[in-house]
């Protein structure tokens, strides 16, 4: 009996290839458009098909389940545009490497440096704020404490650059010309965390006024110094030195918070490595720079920053999150005649403590009293707590005592969730529309 071309033939031996022969009923003629080659990109309905492939089942009815007529010619390239225009847009995303740059750069950016200086809280330092090479910057003129290498600093700059955090301002590149280096930092748009909490023109307004607002930056800061301590020395150990609430920047609108001054301590020469390993009683005497109320007791004694004294200034932020004020004040004592310092630290201990000011109150009356009044209240109490019993931690006398910033950083993320549970809960409700005209 004949065979229709349109019934396939079973393969008697399936382990072998069947030749297409003469006794075949049709044999293929390979088309123009198989000898073209088709791309793999091109439409199915622009390929021309002729009758004789619609109707040759029975050579390829066997194969059709492995493998396919048309074959993608390799020696082409498959590449499309679009893959090659994402390619290069995330290049253009990725973050640049650190530089040195030349001084006649520095002076053509701050016309020879009589261009308008920056007025910036976060430094004692000169400051501009400029272009160069393209890009808004701020560049920041800092007195070298000893003298520098060349090679030193260039040896520190292939670890700061490798250092891309979202919560530290990134370090450009650098510059040095005689007793001074040239910092160049991006620019971010903000303002500091000092004035965001206490506003001099109006005291009674900041724009934290949220709860969820200050766990954001107290998340945004312990993360980044975390990131500093632990990831970005990479060989060596990186310190900051200059935790302030002046020196983090706050963004708007989602209000996260940026470090400022990343690797400033290291290439100025004002951590010694050397100086760290030895007994304070053996180190000489020397000039330091600070901010009084930030400064460890260590600190001030030798004037060496550690990645400890970094915790301490940590927690003093921490508490000046939780209070709005300042970390050191001076209050007039009528019956001594004397102003009276007060301290943030001992104020946070009275509110926690057992036997502090206040001791017949309640902990949860003692906190909502210290707590600032610009919070209007609405914080959850057992939260707060215990970042307030954090950030004591952090500011304790003795440096072994204190933890260190991965465990700061896990304990505050856990408050953080806890604090967004809380906001959750009593959020208010915007799927309900009140309409208050006439029906």
Not at 61 to 74: E, F, K, M, Q, W
Request: proline share 5%; net charge positive.
């Amino acid at each position: 009996m004949a065979t229709r071309a349109s019934e396939p033939v079973a393969n008697p031996n399936p382990t072998t290839t069947r030749p297409s022969d003469s006794s075949s009923r049709i044999q293929r003629k390979p088309s123009k458009s198989e000898k073209e080659k088709p791309s793999s990109n091109s439409p199915s309905r622009n390929v021309p098909k002729s009758p004789n492939l619609l109707s040759d089942h029975s050579t390829s009815g066997s194969a059709s389940g492995s493998r396919s007529s048309y074959r993608i010619d390799t020696s082409v390239a498959t590449t499309s545009i679009s893959s090659r225009t994402s390619l290069s847009s995330l290049r253009g995303t990725l973050p640049e490497s650190t530089q040195i740059y030349d001084f006649s750069e520095i002076r053509a950016a701050t016309n020879n440096f009589l261009a308008k200086r920056y007025s910036s809280t976060s430094s004692s330092s000169q400051s501009w704020r400029s272009v160069l090479n393209g890009k808004d910057v701020i560049i920041f003129q800092r007195k070298l404490r000893k003298s520098v290498d060349f090679s030193d600093v260039k040896q520190k700059l292939s670890v700061i650059s490798k250092s891309h955090y979202m919560s530290i301002v990134k370090l450009l590149g650098v510059s040095i010309s005689g007793e001074h280096i040239y910092l160049v930092y991006d620019f971010v748009s903000g303002s500091d965390l000092s004035s965001c909490l206490r506003n001099p023109r109006n005291p009674h307004f900041t724009v934290l006024s949220t709860w969820m607002s200050r766990m954001q930056i107290a998340t945004d800061v312990a993360h980044g110094l975390d990131y500093i301590h632990n990831t970005a020395g990479l060989s060596i150990d990186m310190v900051h030195k200059h935790v302030k609430s002046s020196g983090i920047i706050v963004t708007e609108p989602s209000y996260n918070a940026k470090i400022c001054h990343f690797g400033a301590a290291e290439l100025c020469g004002e951590t010694r490595e050397e100086d760290r390993s030895r007994p304070p009683e053996s180190i000489p005497e020397r000039q330091f720079e600070g901010v009084r109320g930030y400064m460890s007791p260590e600190f001030k004694a030798t004037g060496i920053a550690t990645q400890k004294s970094d915790v301490y200034a940590f927690g003093v932020v921490i508490l000046e999150l939780l209070t709005g004020q300042e970390p050191e004040t001076y209050k007039f004592d009528k019956d001594s005649k004397k102003f009276k310092r007060l301290s943030i630290i001992e104020t946070a201990r009275d509110a926690v403590e057992d036997g502090g000011v206040g001791g017949g109150e309640g902990v949860e009356m003692r906190l909502r009293k210290w707590v600032d009044k610009r919070l209007k209240d609405s914080f959850p109490v057992e939260v707060a707590n215990k970042l307030t019993r954090v950030a004591l931690q952090c500011v304790h006398v003795d440096p072994d005592h204190r933890p260190d910033m991965k465990w700061v950083a896990g304990k505050i993320s856990k408050l953080y969730l806890a604090s967004r549970n809380w906001s959750d809960k009593f959020k208010v409700p915007t799927e309900i529309s009140v309409s208050l005209g006439p029906r």
